[in-house]
């Protein structure tokens, strides 16, 4: 195993008779590509959370709980006391919008439940059947869960355009080195092809 020495921190911006203007270019490529992909990803996270947020809110504000009426008998077996009563079915309900329009929808209800039997839905401003919204608290965290997915996906971006471009300088720098080894073999007598 080789001694490699101690590790120098930020040694690109050190001066070094040896450092050369390509690694000075790295080196602020770097920097600026980890800075522009951190800023990104902050960025589109904390609008992209604030947006869900406000989303869910508005809607904690508008929906509102309604008394529904079952328009027929549910199917399956009524479920007697004692008995598991998890399971749910789809049924049909009906009721009354804001503006006094009728509505019909299907909800989950328990099986075997009786015709006219009353269900709690949520509707909106149009009296259109809606889930029940989600609480402040799951909304923060569901705006928490967007907010951070959308940022790492918006700080790809930046940090894929840095790896290709610096990709492109270190091909570009071999080919320089070859470039210079052929001169110096050439210099020494060697033949370079």
Do not use: C, Y
Not at 10 to 18: I, S, T, Y
Not at 98 to 120: I, K
Not at 129 to 156: D, E, F, I, N
């Amino acid at each position: 195993m080789a001694f490699r020495g101690p590790k120098v921190w930020l040694w690109r911006w050190r001066r070094n008779p040896l450092k050369r203007r390509a690694d000075m270019v790295e080196a602020w490529v770097v920097l600026g590509v980890w800075a522009l992909t951190v800023l990104v990803g902050m960025l589109a996270g904390w609008m992209t959370a604030g947006a869900v947020e406000r989303g869910l809110a508005r809607e904690r504000v508008e929906w509102r709980p309604l008394m529904a009426r079952l328009t027929e008998r549910a199917p399956g077996k009524a479920v007697t006391n004692g008995a598991a009563g998890g399971d749910q079915v789809w049924a049909k309900v009906g009721w009354t919008g804001p503006d006094g329009s009728t509505h019909n929808g299907q909800v989950r209800v328990g099986p075997g439940s009786a015709s006219g039997t009353p269900v709690m839905i949520w509707t909106d401003r149009q009296g259109r059947l809606v889930t029940k919204p989600a609480t402040a608290a799951q909304a923060g965290l569901r705006a928490s869960l967007v907010g951070g997915l959308a940022g790492v996906g918006a700080a790809t971006l930046p940090f894929v355009g840095g790896r290709v471009l610096l990709g492109r300088m270190e091909r570009r720098r071999v080919e320089q080195w070859d470039t210079d080894w052929a001169r110096f073999d050439a210099l020494w007598g060697r033949p370079t092809g």
